[in-house]
């Protein structure tokens, strides 16, 4: 098993470009979700998904778009960047929602520099 | 506002100190607690969690945490910490869909 894959791990952008941010894992979870990570902010969960074709807003979900079109992917989607983009973002995954298998397995990061 | 606050932002210890990091939430309902590690470059990894059952939970690497409903506290311990204890810690609680993540604690051991 990978467990969950990102990519790119870095990325600079300039301000109003947009690009995606790929996640994927292997490990037929049905719960995804992207975090940012900020200083002195912990993770901030931007959006979620329980499942293939079902997504909800976070606690930062503006500027960010999802969808879930499988089970293994959950892109994030820069609709056009903004300095206050910046930041390191991580996808996470789990068994399930509810329940004993909630603990979420973690991808490596990508970290998204906007100028 | 749901909230989980990790009182302190930065603790130094030398090793074979004892270590205890607060974590405080303001759910009220149902909650499934965690900590999680993150070591210098890596990703988050679990250290323990809290579903149901007995308060006190032990994880991985000597670490504990009990969880006090009275006092909406999930405090994570170790008796003696090592200098590779050198991470940031989050707390997080997740309540239905909410899973919300405090600020952190950065860990630093001295040899």
């Known amino acids: 098993n990978a467990g969950v894959t990102q990519t790119p791990k870095f990325q600079v952008l300039k301000t109003g470009q947009s690009m995606t941010l790929q996640c994927a894992q292997d490990m037929n979870h049905e719960y995804m979700s992207w975090y940012r990570q900020d200083p002195g902010m912990g993770l901030r969960l931007i959006h979620y998904?329980?499942?293939?074709?079902?997504?909800d807003q976070g606690e930062v979900p503006n500027g960010y778009n999802v969808s879930r079109s499988t089970t293994e992917d959950f892109p994030l989607r820069l609709l056009s960047a903004a300095p206050s983009q910046t930041s390191v973002y991580f996808c996470a995954s789990s068994k399930e929602l509810a329940g004993i298998y909630n603990e979420q397995f973690f991808g490596p990061g990508t970290r998204l520099t906007v100028l | 506002a749901q909230s989980v606050s990790q009182h302190n932002h930065h603790v130094i210890l030398s090793e074979a100190a004892s270590l205890e990091l607060g974590c405080n939430y303001s759910y009220g309902g149902t909650v499934n607690l965690f900590w999680y590690v993150q070591y210098p470059g890596q990703h988050l990894q679990l250290l323990l969690k809290?579903?149901?059952?007995?308060?006190l939970v032990k994880g991985i690497k000597g670490f504990e945490a009990e969880f006090i409903k009275s006092k909406f506290s999930f405090n994570l311990r170790k008796p003696s910490v090592q200098w590779s204890d050198t991470a940031e810690y989050f707390c997080?609680?997740?309540?239905?869909?909410?899973?919300?993540f405090g600020a952190g604690t950065r860990l630093t051991v001295k040899p």
């Open positions: 809290y579903f149901s059952g007995d308060p």
């Open positions: 998904s329980v499942g293939a074709g079902i997504t």
């Open positions: 997080a609680v997740k309540s239905n869909n909410d899973m919300r």
